[in-house]
Nanobody
Framework: QVQLAESGGGSVQTGGSLNLACVASDRAVSSYCMAWFRQAPGKEREVIAT???????THADSVKGRFTISKDGPGNTLYLRMTNLIVEDTAIYYC???????????????????WGQGTQVTVSS
């Protein structure tokens, strides 16, 4: 089981930026598919970005052009750079690992077995 720990959440105003980080307990970041999810109040958890073993990333339409997923393989850290934040980005953000995939990353919550505890991001107008 991969242990994951997010950090970097906080409160910002509309248009601001935040950088989230997720440290993994082993070589998960460099070996498997990793993803960032978020869950807004009263809504289901949704995937917003994935990155595979080779560093190829995908982003949900809702964040494309504003958020960027990246990773530091040797350091075993996953990142989410968030810019031009809007109120609708307010949510708890989670990183997740899918140790069964490394090339084609899944977009379903059920495909990810290991999760961090989450970090709160609040955007105010």
């Amino acid at each position: 089981q991969v242990q994951l720990a997010e950090s970097g959440g906080g409160s910002v105003q509309t248009g601001g930026s935040l950088n989230l980080a997720c440290v993994a307990s082993d070589r998960a970041v460099s070996s498997y598919c990793m993803a960032w999810f978020r869950q807004a109040p009263g809504k289901e958890r949704e995937v917003i970005a994935t990155i595979n073993q080779f560093g190829i990333s995908t982003h949900a339409d809702s964040v494309k052009g504003r958020f960027t997923i990246s990773k530091d393989g040797p350091g075993n850290t996953l990142y989410l750079r968030m810019t031009n934040l809007i109120v609708e980005d307010t949510a708890i953000y989670y990183c997740a690992a899918d140790v069964r995939r490394f090339r084609q990353c899944a977009w379903r919550e059920v495909d990810y077995d290991d999760w961090g505890q989450g970090t709160q991001v609040t955007v105010s107008s």
